[in-house]
């Protein structure tokens, strides 16, 4: 079992800056692939970033160049970092962290992050 708690969410004006973390506990941290998704009212979860246990990433392209995903094996956190924030970035985000041999997929409850002057 993997829980997973996310923080550093909040309020914040358009082309302000927030970083996200996220610690996990109750597992073997590094062997895991950890992600960011987000939902926005109305829409369906989406990809934000994902990083391997090798700290290989992937971004939506939505996110590219405003956006770092980073991961701190020993501390067994991983973080976003958003700046040039946009109202469309306005979502709950929420914490994921999978295990394609264990075939194990984690959840947070998600933070809020509301983009708005």
């Known amino acids: 079992q993997v829980q997973l708690v996310e923080s550093g969410g909040g309020l914040v004006q358009p082309g302000g800056s927030l970083r996200l973390s996220c610690v996990a506990s109750?597992?073997?941290?590094?062997?895991?692939?950890m992600g960011w998704y987000r939902q926005a009212p109305g829409k369906q979860r989406e990809l934000v970033a994902t990083?391997?246990?090798?700290?290989?990433?992937n971004y939506a392209d939505s996110v590219k160049g405003r956006f770092t995903i980073s991961r701190d094996n020993a501390k067994n956190t991983v973080y976003l970092q958003m700046n040039s924030l946009k109202p469309e970035d306005t979502a709950i985000y929420y914490c994921n962290a999978k295990n394609f041999v264990r075939l194990q997929d984690y959840w947070g409850r998600g933070t809020q992050v509301t983009v708005s002057s």
């Open positions: 990083i391997t246990s090798g700290r290989n990433t």
């Open positions: 109750g597992s073997i941290f590094g062997a895991y692939v």
